[in-house]
């Protein structure tokens, strides 16, 4: 979007905090962020308000835009279907229309009363120009012809945080095990080299190569797990948080997975492994059956992985969306 020559009032990266007890400590940064917002919004009526996922901070949004009359297309629907299902009457009533992105959420939000069109998962339009694998291992220095575990620790700094070094001492395990193997590391986009320094594997930043040519990937839960399953590369999902975000999570959660890709499938056709399980003992053993290219667990997840792709559906979500907010803009002028 800033390439594009949008104006930003915040950078991703402060917005980029993931939890319950983590958002805490920048309520006082959202709530002035919110009201700067908002008040862009009463000065300028905007004839289309678009809002991308992050309920906490945007339903309040589209409360206020829907109120001062403007059109308010919701793109990313909350997550009614893990928790809070009270957001889905207010999504009803201040949102002219969703566009969602998960085939299971368009029946609850009906339900609900939301206009809601399923659009399909941009992930499905994921870049497909990606060096061969031969091309990137080479320029990663490593041997094509041996296996390569991929590690993707988060693409915010609190999931780096909690997750570099189990994973690191998880991939040093199977490396034991398993000399053969190879390691890299993702360094997502936005974070400081200053998390990566001293690790006992290389680091890139080419996360889709790494993704598609890993023979493995262990990563944190979230949008990384379903770009690695709809690369059809086997992987483990793994994730920590705070100990309070933890309990709250269990108390509020309706879900029995929290991987997108077994959310999808309706059923675990990836291993996950949470809070104080995510360890080396645990995590090892998983990775070392699934970088096994005999393995039948490999061959088996590999297939319902395949599955899921098909449950998503086709790509063009970004063009979806854009018609929908075109519609709106020619009903609101």
């Avoid at 700067?36 to 289309?48: G, N, T």
């Avoid at 059109?71 to 969602?100: C, F, G, S």
């Avoid at 379903?226 to 793994?238: Q, W």
Wanted: charged fraction near 20%; proline fraction near 6%.
């Amino acid at each position: 979007m800033k390439a594009q020559g949008v104006e930003l009032f915040a950078e991703l990266g402060t917005l980029a905090v993931m939890g319950f007890s983590e958002v805490v400590p920048r309520i006082r940064y959202f709530m002035r962020l919110r009201r700067k917002v908002v008040a862009l919004i009463h000065s300028e009526s905007p004839d289309l308000v678009i809002l991308v996922d992050y309920p906490g901070f945007n339903l309040p949004i589209a409360k206020a835009a829907h109120e001062r009359g403007c059109a308010v297309l919701y793109y990313i629907a909350p997550k009614v279907w893990a928790w809070n299902e009270r957001r889905a009457r207010t999504l009803a009533t201040v949102a002219d229309a969703v566009a969602a992105i998960l085939p299971f959420e368009v029946d609850l939000l009906k339900e609900h009363g939301v206009n809601v069109e399923y659009v399909g998962h941009p992930l499905l339009d994921r870049a497909t120009s990606i060096p061969s694998r031969d091309e990137s291992f080479r320029a990663w220095g490593l041997d094509p012809e041996r296996p390569l575990l991929g590690i993707l620790p988060g693409s915010r700094i609190q999931e780096v945080e909690r997750h570099l070094t189990p994973f690191v001492e998880s991939a040093q395990v199977v490396v034991d095990r398993r000399p053969g193997v190879q390691v890299l590391i993702s360094q997502a986009p936005g974070l400081d080299d200053s998390h990566f320094r001293d690790l006992e594997f290389s680091v890139v930043r080419e996360t889709p190569a790494l993704v598609r040519w890993s023979d493995c990937v262990l990563t944190k839960s979230g949008t990384s797990s379903l770009e690695t399953a709809l690369e059809g590369t086997p992987l483990v999902v793994a994730h920590r948080v705070s100990w309070l975000s933890g309990i709250l999570a269990r108390l509020l959660l309706r879900t029995r997975y929290i991987g997108l890709p077994n959310l999808v499938a309706h059923q675990q056709i990836v291993p996950e492994v949470l809070q104080g399980e995510v360890s080396p003992e645990v995590i090892a053993p998983l990775l070392l059956e699934l970088i096994d290219e005999s393995s039948s667990v490999r061959i088996g997840q590999i297939q319902n992985l395949d599955r899921m792709t098909g449950l998503l559906g086709e790509g063009g979500a970004s063009s979806r969306v854009a018609e929908m907010a075109m519609t709106l803009l020619g009903r609101h002028s």
